[in-house]
């Protein structure tokens, strides 16, 4: 993983870039340990996640996170190779 830009969001201005790579193969953890968001959670994955998070005022925060992930064996029952997903967040911290 790879973080750049300021260590805090805490007013505006303020920016974080966060890049991860991961390859979890199969069986490596209990299922309902790796993050549900990453292909749905599981194993036998592997990909990215991107995550930028902007300061829009005092303790608020927009944040966006993209995955692009894919399985590591297909079977002819398994999910699609290769899914994508985008999370848009806004949040306040009182």
């Not at 790796?34 to 959670?41: L, R, T």
């Not at 699609?80 to 967040?89: A, F, N, T, Y």
């Amino acid at each position: 993983s790879a973080t750049f830009g300021n260590a805090k969001i805490a007013e505006l201005g303020n920016w974080q870039v966060k890049y991860l790579l991961r390859y979890l193969e199969q069986n490596a953890y209990p299922d309902c340990f790796p993050d549900s968001d990453f292909y749905s959670g599981g194993t036998s994955r592997q990909g990215h996640e991107l995550i930028l998070t902007v300061g829009l005022g005092k303790n608020t925060q927009f944040g966006l996170d993209y995955y692009i992930a894919e399985r590591l064996k297909i079977n002819p029952t398994d999910l699609p190779r290769e899914r994508s997903l985008i999370q848009v967040d806004v949040v306040h911290k009182f």
